[in-house]
């Protein structure tokens, strides 16, 4: 059984983030009141780091699980393991969470087994509890706790989709790629490549992802092209930033890799 990739970060330093609307505000208001938050968008717009941000903001430790298609109930809630001849009950990142009372964010959730939405059934409604059968215990959520998904609706198929009855437990939040001049100070940021050099790069990413849905699967993250300007500023030629950083990662197929280098070199020269 592969792993659940699960991280846990326990109230760091403030990581940067760059709002764009009133989502910090919304999710102190539903961390607050005890309600599960929903976050959707494209890859590398800003999820995972808003999550991040928001637990140091509020002070609470935060355990993060990248979904996974063998991601299960019990590597969420817990098993028995084997620890020096004794069988002993080892809490997973969920159960966790809730004892600790803090956050635990569900990364694409939408990859995990189906079995998975049944365990967060009961902490997301009026309940708050999780039952652990294996150990008879139901554990009731202390106010601080919050359960966080996200997903991203462009990948979303017949097979694999969030049912409506699990969507609608949830307060959800739309993301989407920032304004060009906030981008662009980001990326700088995130880089140590100056603003004007970082401003056609951001250009050539808002082209790209007008190809989304077209000849691409999914446009230029945010996070491609801080890759591209890092390599930049580390001395690689901007041409093969370009196409390791921001063409590579988005196609196998030659003739949509060369139409999309074409892009590049219009946009770039």
């Known amino acids: 059984m592969k792993p659940a990739?699960?991280?846990v970060t326990s109230a760091p330093a403030l990581p940067a983030y760059v709002a764009t609307g009133n989502e910090c505000a919304l999710f102190e208001h539903a961390w607050r009141h005890q309600l599960p938050v929903l976050l959707k968008g494209p890859?590398?717009?800003?999820?995972?780091?808003?999550?991040a941000h928001m637990a140091a903001r509020l002070g609470l430790p935060l355990h993060t699980v990248a979904c996974h298609d063998d991601l299960t109930a019990a590597d969420l809630t817990g098993r028995y393991l084997l620890k020096g001849g004794d069988t002993v009950w080892t809490d997973g990142p969920l159960t966790r969470a809730v004892r600790e009372g803090g956050i635990c964010y569900l990364d694409e959730v939408v990859e995990a087994r189906k079995d998975v939405t049944v365990v967060l059934h009961p902490l997301t409604d009026d309940r708050r509890i999780l039952p652990l059968e294996r150990t008879g215990e139901e554990l009731a959520a202390p106010k601080s706790f919050m359960l966080v998904v996200s997903y991203n609706p462009g990948y979303q198929t017949l097979l694999k989709a969030l049912k409506p009855s699990t969507r609608q437990r949830f307060v959800a939040i739309e993301f989407g790629f920032l304004a060009p001049e906030q981008e662009i100070a980001v990326v700088s940021a995130e880089s140590?490549?100056?603003p004007d050099r970082v401003r056609p790069l951001v250009a050539l990413a808002?082209?790209?992802r007008a190809l989304r849905g077209?000849?691409?699967?999914e446009g230029v993250s945010t996070r491609l092209v801080v890759y591209c300007a890092t390599l930049i500023a580390a001395g690689t030629p901007i041409a093969d930033a370009v196409l390791a950083g921001m063409i590579e990662p988005l196609t196998d197929d030659s003739d949509v890799k060369a139409a999309?280098?074409?892009?590049?070199r219009a946009v770039i020269g």
């Open 5 to 7: 990739l699960h991280t």
């Open 214 to 217: 077209h000849d691409l699967e």
């Open 192 to 194: 140590g490549l100056p």
């Open 43 to 51: 890859t590398g717009c800003g999820k995972t780091r808003f999550v």
């Open 206 to 208: 808002g082209r790209l």
């Open 260 to 264: 999309l280098l074409d892009v590049a």
